[in-house]
């Protein structure tokens, strides 16, 4: 049992000297990017159904938004 704890001291020692020097490492080696495109804001084409980044959406008269002029186009008529 004492055998156990003492492992567990050196993993922990062990863990906690790793931990911020990789994090740190990190951080140097390459500057964060801004947002991923995952987790980018997705709108949906009423149209077509189409998900596109809110960023590449065409907004329609009532707040839509559409992947292209012609679907905002023909929602319109
Ligand atoms: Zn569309």
Known sequence: MKYL??????????????????????RDS????????????????????LHLPRSDALPGPYGQLYCCAEHRQRDES
């Open 5 to 26: 704890v003492l492992i567990l001291v050196v993993l922990g020692l062990v863990w906690m000297i790793r931990r911020p020097r990789g994090a740190s490492d990190r």
């Open 30 to 49: 390459q500057p964060r990017p801004d947002k991923p495109t995952d987790t980018q804001d997705m709108v949906r084409c009423p149209v077509c159904d």
